[in-house]
């Protein structure tokens, strides 16, 4: 169980261009789901909080506006990077609470993109 | 505030050998720990959590970890290395309480060589 997956695996665009990253809770419901970024061999820095219902919360240094978050349904959050720029090519990774498991923190990790922007 | 320090960015050892991956952490109260391993290009996969209850805690893949409060530590160590093994490991600490985020380590890289 607690199975998350992200689509796509990778994505290449244009300079300039929007990209929307989905990550689903594929066997339960979350009401809280993460947003990473991860640089070549860096560790994983969290971007954002996603709360279902409700506008995500940034960690400092992000910005809003750049990385738009939906988390619409109890089973998908998505991540938008508009107005994408090379420097935002990164590995993005996200991660799910599963409510039933309440207690230990434990979050379950999806499988990455891979964002590169030309 | 909580952090997490990991003590070798790279370590190599031999198949056979005693793997320890080094971690200590640092929180205001009683944490959480856990292990994850990341193999390239994939997400992380959980190898094992420290709850409050046994201070030896037993993952997958024979690693285990002991969490040791008056050494603030949490190092992870499987006595006999295998070829599989070799990945990015990350440490990471989160305050008790539902709402408490992650945080990570800068990670370990293990090499396993013949």
């Known amino acids: 169980g607690a199975v998350v997956s992200q689509h796509p695996s990778w994505v290449i665009c244009k300079s300039g261009t929007s990209v929307k990253i989905e990550c689903r809770s594929l066997?339960?419901?979350?009401?809280?789901m993460f947003w990473y970024r991860q640089f070549p061999k860096q560790s994983l820095m969290l971007m954002a909080t996603?709360?279902?219902?409700?506008?995500?919360?940034?960690e400092q240094g992000v910005e809003k506006d750049k990385f738009l978050i939906n988390h619409a349904s109890l089973t998908l959050s998505t991540l938008t990077v508009t107005s994408a720029h090379p420097e935002d090519s990164s590995f993005y990774i996200c991660s799910a609470r599963d409510p039933r498991l309440a207690g230990n923190n434990e979050q379950f990790f999806g499988p990455g993109t891979r964002l590169t922007v030309l | 505030a909580q952090s997490v320090t990991q003590l070798g960015s790279h370590v190599s050892v031999s198949e056979g050998a005693l793997v320890l991956l080094r971690c200590n952490y640092s929180?205001?109260?009683?944490?959480?720990l856990f292990w994850y391993v990341q193999y390239p290009n994939q997400g992380l996969q959980l190898l094992l959590k420290y709850t409050s209850a046994a201070t030896l805690v037993k993952g997958i893949n024979g690693f285990e970890a002991e969490f040791k409060k008056s050494e603030t530590s949490f190092h992870l160590t499987k006595p006999s290395a295998h070829m599989s093994d070799a990945a990015e490991y990350f440490c990471a600490v989160s305050e008790t309480g539902t709402a408490s985020k992650l945080t990570f380590g800068t990670g370990t890289r293990l090499q396993v060589t013949l």
């Open positions: 929180s205001s109260v009683p944490p959480y």
């Open positions: 066997d339960f419901q979350a009401t809280t």
């Open positions: 996603s709360n279902e219902g409700s506008k995500a919360t940034y």
